[in-house]
């Protein structure tokens, strides 16, 4: 059975670069490319597609940067490129990730109704806090109030919702502070929640120069339990470490990711990965990388690039990189179909860590313990 292929789209461009953030974006003056930028993704679109032959995309994701930057047109036509060259699942999931501030102040209900007419269901919301102290030491484009009007916004015109938050912030002296937050989104009863802890990522600003006011390693993890607590409470799955979910909510494009399925990357600085079966044969693990900088991707959409495969002795750590994000962990029969090795050469490291505590393995699923989870970094070493 082919691997499921999924379509991640990138769009680079920001109104401000936030200081946590390592994403490839850029802040840009003045109207963006769009014309130019969309026809350089239909180009990238026709020179990948071959590679995955006459697969079936169960779906898209239009990330970033900030895509809701996009006009409502731009992403019709798009979407109606896309649809011309690649076959869809009946049901694809195409995800649209925007910011509260673009939402709040540039999309009125019309921009809303054609980002849904044009084949988005489901928008994933930058919302990070709904405390305007909070927001503003993030560096957010919006406030509070900008924040509860793109939720209530959104789910006028979209039935699947996912709101990012954030925690462990700058000025977040105790859990409340951080549940605070999650009683305002759960308020909306969005479908899905995401809810990250604030990382000063390498390469960051906040890297170079920490913010005052973080909370404590200790009071932070008490509040991801707490945060944990609550959506559980709520009717939330935890189904993976920062991933929170009603019946049915999950985000199916992601949970490709997760399970080392395939992907096509288009856009300034995009990853894919790419397997490639022969009979008789181990199958190969391929990535492929665009330019990051939205100019030279510009100047060389539509060029092949670069493909590079992924050494065998290197593939079943990024499997278990990805599958032990998830609550529920693998099977031994996806370790093998993913990455065509047995389990057997990975068992002692992975009985090492569920001796220390971090992993459950048992004859039919691998799966972090709690512990496990929050100490994911640690369990992976482990397993290198």
Not at 306 to 332: H, K, Y
Request: contains cysteine; charged residues 20%; hydrophobic residues 45%.
């Amino acid at each position: 059975m082919p691997i499921p292929c999924a379509l991640y789209i990138h769009v680079p461009w920001c109104v401000k670069k936030c200081p946590y953030c390592d994403f490839n974006s850029y802040t840009h003056d003045g109207p963006l490319p769009e014309a130019a930028y969309l026809e350089a993704l239909v180009a990238d679109l026709d020179a990948a597609l071959p590679l995955v032959a006459e697969r079936s995309l169960p779906s898209v994701f239009i990330g970033g940067g900030t895509p809701s930057l996009l006009s409502a047109a731009g992403v019709r036509q798009l979407l109606t490129e896309i649809r011309a060259r690649a076959q869809l699942a009946a049901d694809v999931e195409i995800t649209l990730e925007a910011n509260p501030g673009t939402l709040s102040e540039m999309l009125d209900e019309s921009r809303l109704a054609g980002l849904r007419a044009a084949g988005v269901n489901r928008l994933s919301l930058g919302v990070q806090s709904f405390q305007d102290a909070c927001l503003a030491a993030l560096g957010r484009i919006h406030d509070r109030a900008a924040a509860l009007r793109a939720v209530a916004l959104a789910q006028r015109h979209f039935e699947c919702v996912n709101l990012d938050l954030m925690y462990g912030l700058p000025g977040q002296r105790d859990v409340a502070a951080a549940l605070a937050d999650l009683e305002t989104a759960l308020d909306f009863a969005p479908r899905h929640v995401s809810c990250y802890q604030l990382t000063l990522e390498p390469n960051t600003r906040f890297a170079a120069f920490p913010p005052a006011g973080l909370p404590d390693p200790d009071l932070a993890a008490d509040m991801g339990d707490a945060i944990e607590a609550r959506l559980t409470a709520a009717g939330y799955a935890h189904y993976e470490i920062s991933a929170y979910a009603k019946p049915g909510g999950a985000c199916r494009h992601n949970l490709n990711y997760w399970r080392f399925g395939d992907y096509l990357g288009i856009g300034a600085g995009a990853h894919g990965k790419l397997t490639v079966s022969r009979p008789g044969h181990a199958p190969r693990v391929l990535r492929q990388a665009r330019p990051r900088h939205p100019e030279a991707y510009l100047r060389q959409a539509g060029a092949p690039f670069p493909v590079f495969e992924v050494l065998p002795r290197e593939v079943p750590f990024e499997f278990l990189m990805n599958a032990l994000r998830l609550t529920s962990g693998f099977s031994p029969r996806l370790f093998a179909a993913r990455t065509g090795q047995s389990l057997a050469d990975t068992l002692p490291r992975l009985r090492a860590a569920e001796r220390a505590g971090l992993l459950r393995v048992a004859p039919t699923r691998i799966l972090p313990t709690p512990r496990g989870r929050r100490f994911l970094n640690r369990l992976l070493e482990m397993l290198m």
